[in-house]
Nanobody, 121 residues
Framework: VQLQASGGGLVQAGGSLRLSCAGS????????MGWFRQAPGKEREFVGA????????RYADSVKGRFTISRDNDKNTVYLRLNSLKPEDTAVYYC???????????????WGQGTLVTVSS
C-alpha cells in the first residue's frame, strides 16, 4: 500500500489540525496504521496507532488526551486529530502501515512522505 500524508500547516499554540493519510491499494484495510513524528534534530518518535479494525488505539504519553486517531477503510484513509497543540509538537508527521501491533518504527514497512506541523507560541 502506498501512503500520502497531508493536512499539516502553521498553527498557534492551543490550536488544532487534522492530518490525513490516504492509502492506495485494495489491502489498506488489512493493515494497522501508525503515526510518527520527527522534530528537527531529533529521532523519529511514535505518536499513535490504530488497528486494522479500528477497535484498538494507542498513543504516546506525550499526546494522550490531545491527539485522536481514526480511520475510514472505505475511503482508505487514516486521520490524526491534533488538539491543544504545543510548540513541542512541531515536527514532520508521518503515517505508516504495519501487519504488527507495534510502537516501533522498524515494524512499519510502508511510509508516507510526511507533512509538516509547525506550532507557534
Amino acid at each position: 500500500v502506498q501512503l500520502q500524508a497531508s493536512g499539516g500547516g502553521l498553527v498557534q499554540a492551543g490550536g488544532s489540525l487534522r492530518l490525513s493519510c490516504a492509502g492506495s491499494g485494495q489491502t489498506f484495510g488489512d493493515y494497522n496504521m501508525g503515526w510518527f513524528r520527527q522534530a528537527p534534530g531529533k529521532e523519529r518518535e511514535f505518536v499513535g496507532a490504530i488497528s486494522w479494525t479500528a477497535i484498538n488505539t494507542r498513543y504516546a504519553d506525550s499526546v494522550k488526551g490531545r491527539f485522536t486517531i481514526s480511520r475510514d477503510n472505505d475511503k482508505n484513509t487514516v486521520y490524526l486529530r491534533l488538539n491543544s497543540l504545543k510548540p513541542e509538537d512541531t515536527a514532520v508527521y508521518y503515517c505508516a502501515s504495519s501487519t504488527r501491533w507495534s510502537i516501533l518504527s522498524d515494524d512499519y514497512g510502508n511510509w508516507g512522505q510526511g507533512t509538516l506541523v509547525t506550532v507557534s507560541s
